[in-house]
């Protein structure tokens, strides 16, 4: 690799040079004052840089120059490397103490489910080397300056926006990475020797990132210990149980840390007791099953995923966390995680409130994406989607007379705020795309009695609804695509501290339509994780509803 890299970088600058637009003339009036610097030493590097500078400004000094750099080669790079460069007359920029700092910034990716393979390690070392402690030529040092600029601007983009861009998942991921314009004034402070600082700018601050680092951690361990073995699948294991299942079951709960006792303090370890029994029920809930006191197939084939799958889980939902997040979260937000189906309330940087949502199914997948809560609507309408009107209602209307009263439908004879009812003897029944069904407020509302708004082109909100059973199933992927929360009176006394909560419930249930702003509109981001850390501390994993990991998995195949 070390050969290719040197091949390619060889490459790189004989195409360079032969692609430059004309050397520099006193007659062209763009380009930057000549260099007259004669000091050959660059804070320790060893090379002529006046010499230097000019080669830097030949190979970079055009905002469309294809830049070949090996292992970076995107387009955005060549144009943050002109901008940087152009701004300090193409003097070179580093020196030994901040290249150092680029290169354990490298070393230490993988604390972050990066590859560092992913960048030109070996090519900056061997130029460093031939650049310190003896006399270099200028090239070199011009070729060694260019790589780390280049090094840093694609690692600092990496952080900042992810390994794996967003648009090689499905379209129901709507969350792009906030890539940030300015790379090259980060690269212009990392040259004055702050390095680290200004890639920690790019980090995100969301929580659960640091969280899954630490478990990231966790993970490399034990799978550098060996990893952990099959168990075997069979009938229900249940308390009172004995045998070689349950001391690999008791084993694998010390090994992920659901069983506390070391084994040495074990008295029984083939018996399935109480004290295995709440580890196995610690396991069920940190994974997203059932908790019960069976040890069913599903249990044991969670149990069974191999360490090196659940790694790059984790990896793979770090990488998750920086489209959505760069630097800071705001103050007030809420958050629904559609693998966990659970919404979080957070104000002041924690959760204050936590509850469950039914989230769409695979085929009506909720749309993944951000916005603000501008609003929230009692007592609402419903006004059903044409999908589902035509679909489902339509023909249940075409035929039963009593269809509409039964279920508190009425028809509109349009979509606009002047739409009137119409009785169903009038629908022409040829042009039904002209109509709208809308069910009226009250307990019947597929809606519930409050929806929180957040106007997007996915017609997608949070809302109450009357089938309340649905929140006590473990996995609720049940809806058209909204999401559905299972304490709408608590969430609208919190958005709302304006009223008490006898008005909020009078709101909910007098079956008048009323719309409440929010007196500030409050983030809310529709998110997808499937690897993330408790209220409790621990690591929890969750299936993949809508076959999101999947897709993204095999780009973290190299990193093990």
């Given at each position: 690799?070390i050969?290719?890299?040197?091949c390619?970088?060889?490459l790189w600058?004989?195409?360079?040079?032969?692609?430059?637009?004309?050397?520099p003339?006193?007659?062209d009036?763009?380009?930057s004052?000549a260099?007259?610097?004669t000091?050959?030493?660059q804070d320790?590097?060893?090379y002529p840089?006046e010499a230097a500078a000019?080669?830097?400004?030949?190979?970079?000094?055009s905002?469309?120059l294809?830049?070949?750099?090996?292992?970076i080669?995107e387009?955005r790079?060549?144009?943050?490397?002109?901008?940087?460069y152009s701004g300090?007359?193409?003097k070179?920029?580093w020196?030994?103490l901040t290249a150092g700092?680029?290169l354990?910034?490298i070393?230490?990716?993988?604390e972050?489910?990066?590859n560092?393979?992913?960048?030109?390690?070996?090519?900056?070392?061997?130029?460093i080397?031939a650049?310190?402690?003896?006399?270099?030529d200028a090239e070199t040092?011009?070729?060694?300056?260019v790589l780390l600029?280049?090094?840093y601007?694609?690692l600092a983009?990496?952080i900042?926006?992810g390994k794996?861009?967003p648009?090689?998942l499905?379209a129901?991921w709507?969350?792009r990475?906030a890539k940030?314009?300015?790379?090259y004034?980060?690269l212009q402070?990392a040259?004055?020797?702050?390095?680290?600082?200004?890639?920690?700018?790019?980090?995100?601050?969301f929580g659960?990132?640091a969280k899954l680092q630490?478990?990231l951690?966790t993970?490399?361990?034990?799978?550098d210990q060996?990893?952990?073995t099959?168990?075997d699948a069979?009938?229900?294991v249940m308390?009172?149980d004995s045998?070689?299942r349950?001391?690999?079951i008791?084993?694998?709960?010390?090994?992920?840390?659901d069983?506390?006792p070391a084994?040495?303090?074990?008295e029984?370890?083939a018996?399935y007791?109480s004290?295995?029994?709440?580890?196995?029920?610690?396991?069920q809930?940190r994974?997203?099953l059932t908790?019960?006191?069976?040890?069913?197939?599903?249990?044991?084939?969670a149990?069974n995923?191999p360490?090196?799958?659940?790694?790059k889980?984790?990896?793979l939902?770090?990488?998750?966390?920086?489209w959505?997040s760069t630097g800071?979260?705001?103050?007030r937000?809420?958050?629904v995680?559609?693998p966990?189906?659970h919404l979080?309330?957070?104000?002041?940087g924690q959760?204050?409130?936590?509850?469950?949502?039914?989230?769409g199914?695979a085929?009506?997948a909720?749309?993944?994406f951000?916005d603000?809560?501008?609003?929230a609507?009692?007592?609402?309408y419903?006004n059903?989607?044409?999908s589902?009107a035509?679909?489902e209602?339509?023909?249940?209307?075409r035929?039963s007379?009593s269809?509409?009263?039964?279920h508190?439908y009425?028809i509109?004879?349009?979509?606009?705020?002047?739409?009137?009812v119409?009785?169903r003897?009038?629908?022409n029944?040829n042009?039904?795309?002209?109509y709208?069904i809308?069910?009226?407020p009250?307990?019947?509302?597929a809606?519930g009695?409050?929806?929180?708004?957040?106007?997007?082109?996915?017609?997608?909100?949070?809302h109450?609804t009357?089938a309340?059973?649905l929140?006590e199933?473990?996995?609720?992927?049940?809806?058209?695509?909204?999401?559905?929360?299972?304490?709408?009176?608590?969430?609208a006394d919190w958005?709302?501290p304006?009223f008490?909560?006898?008005t909020v419930?009078?709101m909910?249930?007098?079956n008048?339509r009323q719309?409440?702003?929010?007196e500030e509109?409050?983030?809310?981001?529709?998110?997808?994780?499937t690897a993330?850390?408790?209220?409790?501390g621990?690591?929890n994993f969750?299936e993949d509803?809508?076959?999101?990991?999947?897709?993204?998995?095999?780009?973290?195949?190299t990193?093990?």
């Amino acid at each position: 690799m070390i050969r290719q890299l040197t091949c390619l970088l060889v490459l790189w600058l004989g195409l360079v040079s032969t692609c430059r637009h004309g050397e520099p003339s006193e007659s062209d009036p763009d380009r930057s004052p000549a260099i007259t610097e004669t000091d050959p030493v660059q804070d320790g590097f060893d090379y002529p840089t006046e010499a230097a500078a000019q080669l830097i400004r030949s190979w970079v000094d055009s905002t469309t120059l294809a830049i070949d750099v090996p292992r970076i080669n995107e387009p955005r790079v060549a144009r943050d490397l002109f901008a940087f460069y152009s701004g300090q007359a193409f003097k070179p920029a580093w020196n030994p103490l901040t290249a150092g700092a680029l290169l354990d910034q490298i070393d230490r990716l993988d604390e972050e489910g990066l590859n560092p393979d992913a960048f030109p390690h070996g090519a900056l070392r061997r130029l460093i080397d031939a650049v310190t402690g003896q006399e270099a030529d200028a090239e070199t040092g011009a070729r060694l300056d260019v790589l780390l600029s280049a090094t840093y601007l694609k690692l600092a983009d990496m952080i900042a926006t992810g390994k794996v861009k967003p648009g090689k998942l499905s379209a129901s991921w709507h969350i792009r990475p906030a890539k940030p314009d300015t790379l090259y004034t980060h690269l212009q402070q990392a040259v004055t020797g702050q390095v680290a600082s200004s890639l920690d700018a790019f980090r995100p601050r969301f929580g659960q990132y640091a969280k899954l680092q630490k478990h990231l951690k966790t993970y490399r361990a034990i799978l550098d210990q060996g990893g952990w073995t099959p168990i075997d699948a069979g009938k229900p294991v249940m308390p009172g149980d004995s045998g070689r299942r349950v001391i690999a079951i008791r084993n694998r709960l010390h090994q992920t840390g659901d069983l506390d006792p070391a084994p040495d303090q074990w008295e029984r370890p083939a018996v399935y007791d109480s004290t295995l029994l709440a580890a196995v029920n610690r396991y069920q809930t940190r994974n997203g099953l059932t908790v019960e006191p069976a040890i069913t197939d599903r249990m044991i084939a969670a149990m069974n995923v191999p360490v090196e799958t659940r790694l790059k889980q984790i990896m793979l939902n770090l990488d998750r966390i920086r489209w959505f997040s760069t630097g800071e979260m705001p103050d007030r937000y809420v958050l629904v995680n559609i693998p966990a189906y659970h919404l979080h309330i957070v104000a002041g940087g924690q959760t204050i409130r936590q509850m469950k949502v039914v989230v769409g199914t695979a085929m009506n997948a909720t749309p993944i994406f951000s916005d603000v809560i501008e609003y929230a609507e009692f007592s609402p309408y419903w006004n059903v989607p044409n999908s589902i009107a035509t679909n489902e209602l339509w023909p249940a209307i075409r035929k039963s007379r009593s269809y509409l009263r039964r279920h508190h439908y009425e028809i509109l004879d349009g979509w606009g705020p002047d739409a009137r009812v119409v009785s169903r003897s009038r629908v022409n029944w040829n042009n039904l795309d002209a109509y709208r069904i809308r069910q009226k407020p009250g307990p019947w509302n597929a809606l519930g009695l409050v929806k929180f708004m957040f106007p997007n082109e996915f017609a997608v909100y949070l809302h109450d609804t009357p089938a309340d059973q649905l929140f006590e199933r473990t996995h609720r992927a049940f809806s058209h695509g909204c999401v559905r929360v299972e304490d709408p009176a608590w969430m609208a006394d919190w958005l709302f501290p304006q009223f008490d909560r006898q008005t909020v419930k009078e709101m909910m249930t007098n079956n008048r339509r009323q719309v409440v702003r929010l007196e500030e509109k409050l983030p809310v981001y529709i998110f997808y994780q499937t690897a993330f850390e408790d209220e409790t501390g621990r690591l929890n994993f969750r299936e993949d509803t809508y076959g999101l990991d999947k897709r993204l998995t095999p780009e973290f195949d190299t990193l093990l």
